[in-house]
């Protein structure tokens, strides 16, 4: 087994408690969500080993596989990727929490099909912030009305927004972007919500993330590695 995983786990976890205390974050207020959506079973027994125990995938049916596994059965799965009524099924199953909420039909299902010997699916609703027609997420002024709809869904439970802004190596215009998903987050709580979890950041832009109050980074090519293209 090689110790790389290790040795990136181990410098993510600096950077990031690095980045907490360079942005007056309290310490051990950022969690680290490993994405492991490409790579092998091994990978993530390797991450294990090394203590990760919260797992981020994109592809449902790739999740509910690896989840069902015994060597990694202790594994915290986090379902992060775009949400298809098909699918559903499998995150209800086997995800702890899913970030990429972003219609009722979708949450509806995932309510009905969370079963009631299950723990509440912990959400987050996911938020187009950059506002391009191609990617997921609802429009900042759509996330109230959806939280208000999704309120008597008891089998699921609203903990906060996610963001993925568009690409930019810009460490301002990274920040500018993440400040307006913490505006929405504050004025929502502001409101009588009581959210607690800000997933944002990844590789190329978690420092910015932290800066601006993510609790929970996404990172992936840093502890795996580049994907291959698929
Ligand atoms: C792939 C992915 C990540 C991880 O991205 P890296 O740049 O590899 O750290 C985080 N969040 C989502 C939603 C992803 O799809």
């Known amino acids: 087994m090689s110790e790389i995983i290790c040795d ?5 976890g ?29 990978d993530i027994e390797e991450a294990m080993a090394c203590g990760q125990v919260a797992f981020g995938e994109n592809y449902a049916q790739e999740m509910a596989e690896k989840a069902q596994q015994e060597s ?3 594994a915290e799965w986090h379902y992060i990727g775009p949400m298809q009524s098909n699918k559903t099924k499998w995150v209800a199953e086997y995800a702890t929490w899913v970030h990429s909420v972003d219609r ?32 997921s997420g609802l429009l900042p002024d759509q996330v109230l009305p959806l939280m208000e709809e999704m309120s008597t869904l ?32 504050e004025s929502l709580n502001a409101q009588g919500f009581a959210l607690d979890t800000l997933s944002m ?3 190329n832009d978690m420092e910015a993330a932290i800066a601006e109050g993510a609790t929970m980074v996404r990172i992936g090519t840093a ?7 698929i």
């Open 154 to 185: 008891e089998h699921l439970c609203i903990r906060g927004l996610m963001a993925i802004p568009a690409v930019t190596k810009d460490f301002q215009a990274q920040r500018m972007a993440f400040a307006q998903v913490r505006e929405l987050y």
């Open 72 to 74: 990694v059965k202790a």
């Open 201 to 203: 950041g990844m590789t």
């Open 8 to 12: 990136n786990l181990q410098i993510i």
């Open 14 to 42: 600096r950077r990031i408690r690095e980045a907490e205390q360079r942005y007056q974050r309290s310490e051990n207020s950022v969690k680290l969500l490993a994405v492991s959506k490409t790579k092998p079973l091994e």
């Open 104 to 135: 009722l039909k979708i949450a509806k299902r995932l309510h009905e099909q969370r079963t009631v010997d299950q723990s509440p699916l912990q959400v987050c609703l996911q938020v187009n912030i950059s506002k391009e027609s191609s990617k």
């Open 223 to 229: 502890i795996f590695g580049a994907r291959l293209a």
